[in-house]
């Protein structure tokens, strides 16, 4: 089994969950982070996990960009589609707002990877509205973002069940 994972990520949250992803993945495993990667063909690939962080309701552009103009050839593929986002209320949503329905109702496994704050690594805007996000969490007594290890052996497990 040959497997691309492809993500976006902003402050490096998602590419640790996709590293950890990878050492749980059985078979070849290429990371491609699509703003500094050369991306691959996909006719090298048997499955694709495609995914990101989630930035004031968004995945990166590039991400869904890309899922949209390689529609047919991904249909053919296995699929699996993550995203990181420390908000569980809203995650079907983020789904279906960042990848196209035919793919997700294709995809053996959607998995969101929780969330965690890297203010040290943040801009000044990011930085300005995640800490609003968590004095807004500890106003209203909910729970904070957190990483979901879990959800990453989970998908890791789906994906070499099916191969």
Do not use: W
């Not at 962080?53 to 890309?66: A, E, F, L, P, R």
């Not at 529609?71 to 699996?80: F, I, P, Q, S, Y």
């Amino acid at each position: 089994m040959k497997t691309m994972i492809l993500y976006a990520s902003k402050y490096g949250f998602t590419a640790d969950c996709v590293a950890e992803l990878k050492k749980n993945l059985n078979g070849e495993t290429r990371l491609v982070n699509i703003n500094s990667d050369k991306i691959p063909a996909l006719d090298d690939y048997d499955t694709v996990l495609i995914g990101g962080s989630i930035y004031i309701g968004q995945i990166d552009k590039k991400i869904k960009k890309y899922c949209l103009s390689h529609l047919d050839e991904l249909k053919n593929k296995t699929l699996g589609f993550f995203i990181s986002c420390g908000s569980a209320e809203t995650i079907d949503t983020y789904f279906k707002d960042s990848f196209p329905d035919i793919l997700l109702e294709k995809a053996l496994t959607l998995d969101n990877f929780g969330g965690e704050m890297r203010p040290d690594k943040m801009k000044f805007f990011h930085k300005f509205v995640s800490n609003m996000v968590e004095k807004s969490a500890q106003k209203d007594n909910t729970s904070p973002m957190k990483p979901l290890p879990e959800s990453i052996l989970r998908m890791a497990n789906t994906i070499n069940t099916h191969s």
